[in-house]
């Protein structure tokens, strides 16, 4: 089985500032790491994915993680944020093989950026 | 365009009552899945399908029910079991197994007591 803890619930951050939501995992097994993104009121997109390879992998909108397997962590990055990076974002794990693909997610890290 | 449907947006239930809400997607995926969103605990898993007319507990079965008589539905029933209904829910699809494939979520039903 797998957990996946989610070290702060919400990050204050100002406006073109950098953020980091941290995501540590725990696994018996290899796995698969996933963050989504959740607007108000709106279902999850996801916003990048790690299967193997390169453990610095990274969106279309400027986010970026690194897998960083001695650590069992999966942390996630922006340099600069902008005001529509408010939402709430996931941390999720999955096993090679998993029966019916499940995911595991961690809590949730509400992301407020002020002007 | 492809996508998840969830219905209605907003529910509301009385007491003893079952509710249906509704889940459909035209991804052609075989698997489904339903989850139950509250504040500061993430996504917990009530059910999934990973083929029609198939379908396994998650985590926190106890109170609902699911069918999967179609592959692109997947409805969640809210039964009178179930002593704290208020949440957001979520369904989600995913193409394949293997564990790698992401999953795509609707834009939930949010469902509360009278």
């Known amino acids: 089985a797998q957990s996946v803890t989610q070290l702060d619930s919400q990050v204050p951050v100002f406006e073109e500032a950098p953020v980091e939501l941290r995501c540590n995992y725990s696994?018996?097994?290899?796995?698969?790491l996933f963050w989504y993104v959740q607007y108000p009121n709106q279902g999850l997109q996801l916003l990048l994915k790690?299967?193997?390879?390169?453990?610095l992998v990274e969106s279309i909108n400027g986010f970026e993680a690194e897998f960083n397997k001695s650590q069992t962590s999966f942390h996630l990055r922006k340099p600069s944020v902008h005001i529509s990076d408010t939402a709430e974002y996931f941390c999720?794990?999955?096993?090679?093989?998993?029966?019916?693909?499940?995911?595991?997610f961690g809590g949730g890290t509400r992301v407020l950026v002020k002007p | 365009d492809g996508g998840i449907t969830q219905s209605p947006k907003y529910l509301f239930r009385k007491e003893g009552q079952n509710v249906t809400l509704s889940c459909e997607q035209n991804?052609?995926?075989?698997?489904m899945y339903w989850y139950r969103q509250d504040p500061g605990q993430g996504l917990r898993l009530i059910y999934y399908?990973?083929?029609?007319?198939?379908?396994q507990k998650g985590d926190i079965a106890e109170g609902y029910s699911v069918s999967r008589e179609k592959k692109e539905s997947f409805p969640l029933t809210v039964t009178s079991a179930q002593k704290n209904p208020t949440a957001f829910y979520l369904c989600?699809?995913?193409?394949?197994?293997?564990?790698?494939?992401?999953?795509?979520f609707g834009d939930g039903t949010r469902l509360s007591i009278l």
């Open positions: 989600a699809s995913s193409d394949g197994q293997g564990g790698n494939q992401p999953q795509h």
């Open positions: 696994s018996s097994v290899s796995v698969y």
């Open positions: 790690y299967l193997s390879g390169s453990t």
């Open positions: 999720a794990v999955s096993a090679p093989g998993a029966a019916g693909n499940k995911l595991t």
């Open positions: 991804l052609n995926h075989d698997a």
């Open positions: 399908s990973q083929i029609v007319n198939d379908f």
